[in-house]
């Protein structure tokens, strides 16, 4: 199994741009999270999807972020208009279900925001 | 509300040494599970041990044990003959089903150095 699969592995983008990260989660599981990881706020949940569907969107951090999930195969969280205090490392996991579970975490993604 | 504590923000041991990492938290509920995640300079996050709530027997892998204690909510890891290699950030999570939301509860981390 090839895990999860996150890309790009690293963004730099200008102020203003959007940003999409994209995201391919463990075969077979129905879970899927985005977090963004700072020095300042540690790991949050951004949104989890089961089974494609937005289960808790609560920790979006403002409209200018949202997230999909066309598929069981394929995530994508975009951030449009991007800002500076954007700039984090995102990670996208993936889990069978059920409270049992772990989270298999992808490399993430290091986005910069100038 | 439930919530995760690591007390130790940084730790430094002599490589072969044991380390123990501390977590505690405070929960409600009876059903849970808990977890330990490490984040090497790699930056994935990387599951090391994880303990059913409703199991007495502390979870073992390899190196690396836990110290359940239910009553006290305390979620220690122990890290035995410790290598170059453990150095890491570790995380303690708390997982459980709570008003129909699957909550996943994290500590700030505590940054371990092994030594040579």
């Known amino acids: 199994d090839a895990g999860v699969i996150q890309s790009p592995r690293h963004e730099v983008t200008e102020m203003g741009q959007e940003v999409t990260l994209r995201c391919k989660p463990i075969?077979?599981?129905?879970?899927l999270f985005w977090y963004r990881q700072t020095m300042m706020r540690g790991l949050e949940l951004l949104i989890y999807f089961n089974n494609n569907v937005p289960i808790d969107d609560s920790g979006m951090p403002e409209d200018r972020f949202s997230a999909k999930m066309p598929n069981a195969s394929f995530s994508t969280l975009k951030i449009q208009p991007s800002e500076p205090r954007d700039s984090a490392v995102y990670f996208c996991?993936?889990?069978?279900?059920?409270?049992?579970?772990?989270?298999?975490f992808g490399n993430g993604t290091r986005l910069t925001v100038t | 509300a439930q919530t995760v504590t690591q007390s130790q923000p940084e730790m430094s041991v002599q490589e072969a040494e044991t380390v123990t990492l501390s977590c505690t938290y405070d929960?409600?509920?009876?059903?849970?599970?808990l977890f330990w995640y490490k984040q090497p300079p790699s930056r994935q996050m990387i599951l090391v041990i994880r303990?059913?709530?409703?199991k007495q027997q502390n979870a073992t892998e390899n190196r690396f044990s836990v110290n359940f204690q239910k009553a006290a909510k305390s979620f220690s890891l122990k890290i035995s003959d410790s290598q170059l290699g453990d150095t890491a950030m570790y995380f303690c999570a708390f997982m459980a089903h709570m008003d129909s939301n699957y909550q996943l509860i994290w500590g700030a981390g505590t940054k371990l150095i092994i030594k040579p």
């Open positions: 929960t409600s509920e009876n059903n849970y599970y």
């Open positions: 303990q059913e709530a409703y």
């Open positions: 996991a993936s889990s069978l279900g059920g409270f049992n579970s772990p989270l298999h």
């Open positions: 075969s077979g599981h129905d879970y």
